[in-house]
C-alpha cells in the first residue's frame, strides 16, 4: 500500500510587531485589513486548494516547494502571494529603530554611490510598477551585486535573478485605506519603517 502523504498546513506567522507600531506612516487600520484580510485570505484558500484532488501530488510541499514546482493555477499565485506578504511584513518594524547594517551599506555605497541613490531608484521601480506588484532588492550571487527590480501580481523571484534582500508591496490594498491612490506618498513613508536590520541579516546570508 502507498504510503499516505502528510498533508501540509499552511499558516500565517505573527507580526513581528503590534498593528499599531507602525504609526503615523502606515496605520493599525491598514494592518488589519492588509495581514488580517488579504494575507490571511491567500493562506485559507491555499489550504481549501489543496484538498482538491487536482493538487493531490502538492499536499506534502512547503510554501518553498509549491512555488517552484507548482505550474501556473490560482494555488501557485496564493502560495506566491503568502511568500511575499510573509517576507514583507519583516521588511517594516517601528519608526526610528535602531539599524545597524554595516556590510550593506558598504555594498551600497561601493555600488550606488550611498543610500540616497538606492532609494531614489527602488522608489523609481516601486512607484512606477504597472498594475499591482512589488519592488524587490535582491542580491545576485553570480554579479556579486544588488539588484532593484519588480515582480508583477504574485510573482515571486527565481534564484536566478537573486536572493531577496528587502521588498516593498505596491499592490493597492497596501496602502489604498492610508493613501487612497497616491502611491508616491505611501513609498516615501515606507521608507520610515524599513527594518534595515533584517535587511542586513537577509544580506549576510546571501554572502554564504
Known sequence: MAEEKKIVEHSQDKLPYEQDALVPHISKKTLEFHYGKHHA???????AMLQQSEYADYVACNLEELIQTLPNSKLKNCAGQHFNHSFYWKCMNAPKSDQQFPKLMKQIDDQ???LDALQ????????????SGWAWLLYNKD?????????????????????PILVCDVWEHAYYIDYQNNRGSYIQNWWAVVNWNYAEA???????
Open 143 to 163: 554579479s556579486k551585486l544588488l539588484v532593484v527590480t519588480q515582480s508583477h501580481d504574485a510573482a515571486v523571484p527565481t534564484a536566478k535573478e537573486g536572493v
Open 112 to 114: 550606488f554611490g550611498g
Open 120 to 131: 531614489k531608484e527602488f522608489t523609481a521601480a516601486a512607484a512606477g510598477h504597472f498594475g
Open 41 to 47: 485570505g491567500y493562506v485559507k484558500k491555499m489550504n
Open 202 to 208: 537577509n544580506f549576510v546570508q546571501a554572502l554564504k
